[in-house]
């Protein structure tokens, strides 16, 4: 499996492969899409599921005859520029693009790449400049570990409403480290499933103030950990912060003191954690109940 995003010159050379799942999930909407050329269409997975590599490819088939548009959510960096200047027939749009003015109908499909990060009003934009009269095939992190509440107006939850719409639900995680997507899952949304595994390749330290967090953390970048994320890609080592603003509900869902530019801390965190491929560490600064839970998480039931 690879990403178009962040490999796109492998993918541009058909350097992939499709699991039966995404075979039978891309049959099934260009089926549909002989039939009417119209339609709602979403397919949800965790990440590392191949979302983003089997709807680049459905535009690869759509795009062999008709001009076709992506949008992408959020920082996907300059890489997709790459796949902007070889594919002609595909037009490369963000998010921040999508005006009243944007002018989809010259374009016999739109698709949206990522679209758990698509706010309600670019959301209502898209629907309204489509009028209706274009497929629109959407790709979405799962987020049912989340908080319903730390979701706030939850984008996927409107997409599930549209008339007619058919969802999908990858489950082959590919991709995706399975320790580190179980211990993220879990770290989330505590739950009374228990592992007897160990979580080797994930650590949690403690800071007792912002000094020694800064010193931990320049000793993680000295060792090869990224901190600072800019864009949605892999991570083969990464180091987060958990200061004082989270905490566990009576839910035993991770939650956050407060929204930050009207996203919540909660969804940023998530989908920073399931960018790291093979290490990831934990830095929790001035807030014992998380760094305790985040230990007991860590320790695996002995079977006996």
């Known amino acids: 499996l690879i990403s178009p995003i962040t490999e796109p010159a492998r993918f541009l050379k058909k350097e992939y492969f499709l699991t039966s799942q995404q075979r039978d999930i ?3 909407i ?27 490819d459905i535009a690869m088939k759509l795009s062999r005859r008709q001009q076709i548009c992506m949008i992408h959510c959020g920082n996907a960096g300059k890489e997709w520029k790459i796949l902007h200047k070889r594919l002609q027939r595909i037009a490369f749009l963000s998010d921040n693009q999508l005006t009243e003015n944007t002018e989809l109908k010259h374009y016999s499909a739109v698709l949206v790449d990522e679209a758990h990060l698509l706010s309600s009003e670019k959301l209502q934009i898209l629907l309204t400049q489509s009028e209706g009269e274009l497929p629109v095939i959407f790709s979405s992190d799962s987020e049912d570990a989340i908080c319903p509440e730390e979701l706030g107006v939850n984008t996927l939850k409107l997409i599930e409403n549209l008339p007619e719409i058919q969802m999908f639900h990858l489950t082959n995680r590919i991709r995706t480290n399975a320790e580190l997507s179980s211990f993220i899952q879990n770290m989330i949304h505590l739950t009374d499933r228990k592992t007897s595994k160990p979580y080797p390749h994930v650590s949690v330290v403690y800071a007792n103030n912002e000094e020694e967090t800064a010193a931990l953390l320049e000793d993680y970048i000295h060792q090869g950990y990224e901190y600072e994320i800019t864009a949605v890609r892999d991570i083969k080592r990464l180091v987060i912060i958990l200061d004082e603003r989270y905490y566990y509900d009576q839910n035993r869902y991770l939650r956050s003191k407060h929204f930050k530019e009207g996203r919540s801390d909660v969804r940023n965190l998530f989908h920073w954690l399931n960018q790291a491929k093979e290490e990831l560490s934990i830095i929790v600064r001035e807030n014992t109940y998380v760094y305790e839970t985040l230990l007991t998480l860590l320790q695996p039931d002995t079977v006996r």
């Open 30 to 56: 260009l089926k549909k899409l002989r039939i009417s050329r119209f339609g709602y269409f979403c397919f949800t997975g965790l990440p590392g599921t191949g979302k983003t590599l089997l709807l680049y």
């Open 26 to 28: 891309q049959r099934q």
